[in-house]
């Protein structure tokens, strides 16, 4: 398209009159703005009219085509086995893609996955990896590669040549007021997730108190509109919506989240949700990719990896190819970094946990300096939260609700207010939550 016929205004003009845009003029938009040529303003102002005029499913798998072709694409065409991914939107205490890919790759199925830092209150699986001494999260395409192919997963960052109009949107959203609109927010998780290749994705919408979108009606729109764009672009994809009004698991914060993943992957079969959810999102990654016949057979497989310990000697033997020290995954409390001080936070009264707010426990991790206030900021691996009660479950007065791991004993306590604030204990009964909605 030449300069002529190309006028950035008139595009503006018809998303904020309500029409649908040409997938040509998409096309040429982002190409545009990738390189410079299109101002932020121009986009800024696309952006806005995409938010309140939303874009019909067809229209976001152009844009997010054309944001995927903004940078490199990976193939693994080659390689001896299928490949599958899982995206989550993001939560507290969701460490669950630290021991999927190594139990999926144990199952047969190669898992290439490219993670995020943590956004605001949210961990990312990118930080957590790096509390591993060692571990490098920076390989580039060759590397990656060679990761996969000998271990069968690897877990590595965005590399400045991934969809790099993605980045460059999504700081510009960030500051306009445009990150909450399903079609972009499809366009920028599934540009990554389709460049880097993987032929299944399965994706965890979280829903709730600790997550991104807070009720079940608009989770249900996001994942609906994930599953149009990614089977659009010829993926097999599943999407499940699931419960982050308490955070996953028994712990919050990076280290912490490394030693509950190892957990995990030693078979250990008590429940508090992480391990459950995992499996129910490993299940449609070995059925989609074709290496089990249907759910029954597919759970089996992956009971068996995690019991045989070969899921977790994969995971060893991705943090070893990575750098890594790979003695984590026997001794996790002799290789993560600890933090100085843990205070127990008690029960102020008996009863029954009636909720137990995933928000509020991820400010505190937060605050701890387990996340970043700007995205220049360092993080704390060591400090965070461990043993969570978790709602529905029966408590004592004075029995530790959670244990605060912290710089000093003064950080700690500092936040016990805050602590008791995300609880409620009642006279009871709670049901326990149903993890997947
Ligand atoms: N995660 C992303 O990668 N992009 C969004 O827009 C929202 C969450």
Redesign the pocket.
């Known amino acids: 398209m030449n300069d002529d016929d190309f006028v950035p205004q008139w595009i503006i003009e018809r998303k904020r009159d309500g029409a649908a845009l040409d997938e040509a003029d998409i096309r040429e938009w982002i190409a545009r703005y990738a390189d410079g040529r299109l101002p932020d303003y121009q986009m800024a102002a696309l952006a806005m009219a995409i938010y309140f005029r939303g874009m019909s499913p067809e229209e976001t798998l152009a844009l997010t085509d054309a944001m995927m072709r903004s940078g490199d694409t990976l193939s693994w065409d080659g390689l001896a086995r299928p490949t599958a991914d899982k995206h989550s ?2 939560g507290i205490g969701d460490k669950l893609s630290i021991p999927l890919a190594p139990l999926v790759a144990a199952c047969g199925v190669a898992v290439p996955m490219i993670s ?1 830092r943590g ?1 605001g209150i949210t961990g990312g699986t990118l930080d957590k990896l790096e509390s591993i001494p060692g571990y490098d999260t920076h390989l580039d395409n060759a590397r990656f590669r060679a990761v996969v192919d000998a271990v069968g997963c690897s877990i590595i960052g965005q590399t400045d040549r991934l969809a790099p109009a ?1 980045r460059k949107l ?1 700081a510009l ?1 960030d500051v306009t007021g445009t ?1 909450p609109s399903i079609p ?2 499809t366009a ?2 599934l540009s ?1 997730k389709l460049a880097e290749g993987a032929a299944t994705l399965v994706f965890d919408v979280k829903c709730g108190a600790g997550a ?1 979108m807070k009720t079940p009606a608009d989770a249900r729109a996001l994942a609906d509109s994930l599953l149009a764009v990614a089977r659009g672009a010829g993926r097999h994809a599943e999407a499940l919506v699931t419960a982050m009004d308490q955070p996953l698991g028994r712990t919050a914060g990076n280290a912490l989240e490394i030693a509950e993943s190892v957990e995990i992957l030693r078979g250990d079969p008590a429940d508090d949700g992480a391990r459950e959810l995992t499996l129910r999102l490993a299940v449609p990654m070995l059925t989609l990719s074709g290496v089990s016949p249907d759910e029954a057979s597919a759970r089996a497989l992956l009971e068996k990896k995690l019991a045989s310990g070969a899921a977790l000697e994969t995971f060893a033997r991705m943090v070893e190819a990575q750098g890594g020290d790979p003695r984590v995954a026997e001794a996790p409390e002799k290789v993560l970094p600890q933090a100085p001080a843990v205070v127990e936070v008690p029960a102020p009264r008996g009863g029954v946990l009636a909720r137990v707010d995933a928000d509020g426990i991820g400010r505190v991790v937060l605050l701890l300096g387990g996340g970043r206030r700007a995205v220049t900021d360092t993080i704390d691996p060591s400090v965070g939260v461990s043993c969570l009660s978790k709602v529905g479950e029966e408590i004592e007065q004075g029995e530790p609700l959670l244990r605060i791991h912290a710089r000093t004993r003064a950080e700690a306590e500092a936040l016990v207010p805050q602590v008791l604030a995300a609880h409620e204990i009642v006279d009871g009964p709670v049901a326990a939550p149903a993890l997947v909605l």
Do not use: C, Q
């Open positions: 939107t993001g995020g956004l993605d999504y959203r990150v972009l927010i920028s998780i990554k991104f």
